[in-house]
C-alpha cells in the first residue's frame, strides 16, 4: 500500500466514503469492512497505532447508536421502551449501519494517512487539481492531528495534577469536565498555525508562484489497474443501488 | 526514625509502544530535602515525575505516599501532597483569569474560598504577578505564563513538588523570582524535586542529586559529589556547572568541591590564605 500512487489512495479514500452514503445492507457494510481490516493488516502500519487511531471512530459510532433511538423509533419490534427512548429493531439495524459507515470510512482514510508521507500528499492532491497551498494546509493538518491529541493528553495530566478529576460525575458532567481542556487547546492550535506561517515564510514559501518538486509521481500499471478498477467498481455499485437493481 | 514522604521500589515503566522508560527504580524521598534529578533526555526523568504523581500505572514496582501505596490513593488525595509542575505551560493554563488559575488547584484540594484567595494573593506576590492578576494567562509573554504556572503550583502547598525545567524561559529577573519562590517554598519544610539540564540551578538549589541514565538509577548523592564527578557526569551525559568546568581547567580545589560561584571564590580565598595549594 505504501508504493501506491497517493493519487489512487486518495481517489479511494473519496470514492468510498461516497460509497458509504449509499451503504445500509449490513452484510455488504460488514464485508466491506473485513475487507479494509484486511488492507490495514497489509499496510503494516502495526496494531497499537491503529488502535489509537481508530478507538475515536469506535467511540464516536458507539455514541451513534446509543443516541439513535432519540430520533428514529419507527417500525416493529419494540426492543426497549423507556419513556422517550424507544429502541426498535428496524431503528437499531439502521444505527449499527451507520456506525459501520463510521467505521469504514476511519479505517479507509486511515489507510490513506499511514501509508502516504505528507510530501506525497501534498503533491498527489495537487496533482488532482488543488490548489497547493489548500493541499499544504490539509496535509499539515491531518499530520498535527496526533500532535494535539497528544497535548489534550498532557492537559489532562496537569489538571489531573492539581486535583481535578475529569472522570467524576455522569456523562454529562464528564462532556462538561472537558470544557476547560477546549481553551487551551484552541489557544495552542492557534499559536501553532501562527508559528507554522511564520516558519514557512522564512523558508521562502510564496516566494514563487512556480513551485518545483524535488520527487514526482508516476503512475504504474498497478496503480492504473487499482484505479480503473476503483473507478468503474464504485460508481456501478452507485448506480445499481439509485436504479433499484440492488440495495447496498 | 520517621517514615519516608516518597517510598518507591523496583518500579519499572514499559511504554505501549514497547520503550523501556524506567527499569528498577528504588528511592526514598523525605521531607523538607531539596532534590535534583538529573540526566540526559529519554533518561526517565519525566516518567519518573509522572509516577510519583500518580499519573501513570508502573510495569512493575510500586510507589508509596507516607506509607500509603499511590495506586490505592483518590486523584484529590494524590494533589493535596504530591504537585507537579509541567515543562510546557501552555499545557497547564485553562482559566481565563491569572487569579482563577492559581485558584483552581486550591479548589479541587477543597480550600475555603478565605484561605484560597489568601494563597494566592500570597503567591501571586511572591512571583511578581500582580499586575496580571486580572488578565488571561494565554496571552501573556511565555516567561509570565512560566511564572504563572509555577504559582499556581506552589500555592497548593503540597508536601512535595516536582518542579520539571523551573526556570526555563525565565529572564534574569523572573528566573531570580522563580528560584526565590522555590527557597521560600522548601524552608517551610517542604519537599521540592527540580528536574533541569541546568547544572548551575541544581548546584544552587539543592542538596541532594539523582542521576538517571537510561531509565535507570546510577547516582543519588550529594548534589556537592554528584556534580563534581566529571567521570559520572560525562557517562551520563551531562556537563559540570560552567564555574566547576572553570576551576577544574584552573587547577583550582577546595575542602569541597566547586561547583558554585561561592565555592569558587572560597577556593580562591583559600589559596590566597595559603589553606590549599593548585592541583
Known amino acids: 500500500m505504501h508504493r501506491v500512487d497517493p493519487r489512487v489512495k486518495i481517489v479511494g479514500a473519496v470514492m468510498l466514503t461516497i460509497l458509504c452514503f449509499f451503504l445500509s445492507n449490513l452484510v455488504f457494510l460488514s464485508v466491506l469492512l473485513l475487507l479494509l481490516q484486511i488492507l490495514v493488516l497489509l499496510t503494516g502500519v502495526g496494531w497499537e497505532t491503529y488502535k489509537r487511531t481508530i478507538w475515536l471512530a469506535v467511540r464516536l459510532a458507539l455514541i451513534f447508536i446509543l443516541v439513535w433511538p432519540f430520533f428514529d423509533q419507527a417500525g416493529e419490534p419494540l426492543l426497549l421502551d423507556l419513556w422517550a427512548y424507544k429502541v426498535t429493531l428496524p431503528a437499531f439495524l439502521r444505527s449499527v449501519a451507520v456506525a459501520l459507515r463510521i467505521l469504514l470510512i476511519a479505517s479507509g482514510w486511515f489507510v490513506l494517512i499511514f501509508t502516504t508521507p505528507q510530501s506525497q500528499l501534498v503533491r498527489g492532491l495537487v496533482k488532482l487539481g488543488l490548489r497547493y497551498d489548500m493541499g499544504l494546509s490539509i496535509s499539515i493538518a491531518l499530520r498535527y492531528l496526533p500532535r494535539f491529541l497528544d497535548t489534550i493528553e498532557q492537559i489532562k495530566e496537569a489538571q489531573r495534577s492539581r486535583g481535578f478529576d475529569m472522570d467524576r460525575g455522569g456523562p454529562i458532567m464528564k462532556a462538561k469536565n472537558y470544557i476547560p481542556i477546549l481553551i487551551p487547546t484552541v489557544a495552542i492550535a492557534m499559536r501553532t498555525a501562527e508559528e507554522l506561517s511564520q516558519v514557512l515564510v522564512c523558508k521562502g514559501y510564496g516566494a514563487s508562484k512556480a513551485r518545483t518538486y524535488l520527487h514526482d509521481l508516476h503512475m504504474g500499471a498497478i496503480d492504473c489497474i487499482i484505479l480503473v478498477s476503483i473507478a468503474t467498481i464504485v460508481p456501478f455499485l452507485i448506480g445499481l443501488d439509485v436504479l433499484g437493481f440492488v440495495q447496498l | ?279
Open chain 2, 1 to 279: 526514625m520517621t517514615a519516608p514522604l516518597v517510598s518507591v521500589s523496583g518500579l519499572t515503566h514499559t511504554y505501549e509502544d514497547g520503550t523501556l522508560a524506567l527499569e528498577g527504580i528504588s528511592l526514598e524521598i523525605s521531607r523538607g530535602e531539596r532534590i535534583g534529578l538529573i540526566g540526559e533526555n529519554g533518561s526517565g526523568k519525566t516518567t519518573l515525575c509522572k509516577h510519583l504523581c500518580g499519573l501513570l500505572i508502573p510495569s512493575s514496582g510500586e510507589v508509596l505516599i507516607e506509607g500509603r501505596r499511590i495506586k490505592d490513593m483518590s486523584i484529590p488525595e494524590i494533589a493535596r501532597k504530591v504537585g507537579l509542575l509541567f515543562q510546557n505551560p501552555d499545557n497547564q493554563l485553562f482559566c481565563s483569569t491569572v487569579r482563577e488559575e492559581v485558584l483552581f488547584g486550591l479548589r479541587n484540594i477543597g480550600l475555603n474560598e478565605r484561605e484560597a484567595e489568601a494563597r494566592c494573593r500570597r503567591y501571586v506576590r511572591m512571583l511578581g504577578l500582580q499586575e496580571y492578576v486580572d488578565r488571561s494567562p494565554l496571552m501573556l509573554s511565555l516567561g509570565v505564563r512560566r511564572l504563572v504556572t509555577i504559582a499556581s503550583v506552589l500555592a497548593m502547598e503540597q508536601d512535595i513538588v516536582l518542579l520539571d525545567e523551573p526556570t526555563a524561559w525565565l529572564d534574569r529577573a523572573q528566573a531570580a523570582l522563580a528560584m526565590e519562590a522555590i527557597r521560600d517554598f522548601s524552608a517551610s519544610g517542604r519537599t521540592v524535586v527540580i528536574v533541569s539540564h541546568n547544572m548551575k540551578l541544581i548546584a544552587e538549589l539543592t542538596e541532594r542529586s539523582i542521576v538517571l541514565s537510561h531509565g535507570r538509577k546510577i547516582a543519588d548523592g550529594r548534589t556537592r559529589d554528584i556534580l563534581g564527578d566529571n567521570a559520572l557526569l560525562e557517562s551520563a551525559g551531562l556537563s559540570p556547572t560552567p564555574i566547576s568546568e572553570f576551576a577544574s581547567q584552573l587547577g583550582i580545589a577546595g575542602k569541597e568541591r566547586v561547583i558554585t560561584q561561592g565555592d569558587f571564590i572560597g577556593a580562591l580565598l583559600s589559596i590566597r590564605d595559603g589553606e590549599f595549594s593548585r592541583r
